[in-house]
C-alpha cells in the first residue's frame, strides 16, 4: 500500500460509543493531520503533528482524542460524539510544513 | 485572521473556453500558496504550489500580493478538468482551505 491509508472507510456509531479511527502514511513523511469535511463547509483542520508531538489543535472538543505513536500512523480516537460530528474526516501527512499535503481517501462517519 | 475565498460555487465552461477560478486570501504573514483538486470518486490531490511556479495539466496560478490573490487559470478547459479546486494557503503549520469552486466543463 503506497501514500496515505484510513480506515475503516465507514463507520456508523452511536453517540455512547467509543471508537477510533486509523490512518498510516507510507511516504516517510514528518507531520500528519486531521481534517473535518462537513457537508456545505470548508475543509476544517483539527490537529497538527510534527515528529509525533502535538503542534496544534484547532479548538476541538475533547470528545476527539488524537494519538500520533509514531511518525508513520495516527489515530482519532471518537467518545460521545454528538451527531453534528457526522462527516468525512481526512488524514493527510507532509515533509515539513513547506510542502504540499498528500491526503488519505477519508472515513466516512455518521454518529446515530 | 487566516481567511481564504473562494467567490464561486460552481464554475460553468465549454471545452475549449479559458477557465479562471478566483481565490483570495487573508495577508497575515505572506502564506504559501496552494491548489488542491478533487476529481469525481477520487482523494483531494494537490495540484500546484506557487514556489514551484510550476504549469501542471496545463494549468497555472499567479500571485498578486497586492490584490492578495492566486488565482488559477488554463487558456482552453478539457472535459477531464471537471472536478472540485480548493485554494489553500499555509500559515505557519496549518493549512487553510476555502470553500472550494466546482469546475464543470461541458462539450
Known amino acids: 500500500e503506497t501514500g496515505v491509508t484510513q480506515t475503516p472507510r465507514h463507520l456508523v456509531m452511536g453517540m455512547t460509543n467509543k471508537k477510533s479511527l486509523k490512518c498510516e502514511q507510507h511516504l516517510g513523511h514528518n507531520a500528519m493531520y486531521w481534517y473535518k469535511q462537513s457537508a456545505k463547509k470548508p475543509l476544517e483542520l483539527m490537529f497538527v503533528y510534527s515528529l509525533e508531538e502535538r503542534v496544534e489543535n484547532n479548538s476541538v472538543p475533547s470528545r476527539f482524542s488524537p494519538e500520533c505513536p509514531n511518525s508513520s500512523h495516527l489515530f482519532l480516537h471518537l467518545h460521545t460524539l454528538q451527531p453534528e460530528d457526522s462527516a468525512l474526516y481526512l488524514c493527510?501527512?507532509?515533509?515539513?510544513f513547506g510542502t504540499g499535503c498528500a491526503f488519505g481517501p477519508g472515513t466516512r462517519l455518521l454518529v446515530l | 485572521a487566516q481567511r481564504v475565498t473562494q467567490p464561486e460555487k460552481l464554475l460553468s465552461v465549454f471545452k475549449g473556453a479559458p477557465v479562471e477560478l478566483k481565490c483570495n486570501y487573508s495577508y497575515s504573514g505572506s502564506p504559501e500558496l496552494f491548489w488542491y483538486v478533487q476529481y469525481s470518486r477520487q482523494r483531494l490531490q494537490l495540484l500546484l504550489r506557487?514556489?514551484s511556479r510550476e504549469s501542471i495539466k496545463g494549468f497555472t496560478a499567479d500571485l498578486n500580493k497586492g490584490e492578495t490573490s492566486f488565482h488559477l487559470k488554463k487558456p482552453f478547459a478539457q472535459e477531464e478538468d471537471s472536478a472540485m479546486y480548493y485554494c489553500a494557503p499555509r500559515y505557519g503549520n496549518k493549512l487553510v482551505f476555502g470553500a472550494g469552486t466546482i469546475l464543470r466543463v461541458k462539450s
Open positions: 493527510a501527512s507532509s515533509q515539513d
Open positions: 506557487h514556489i
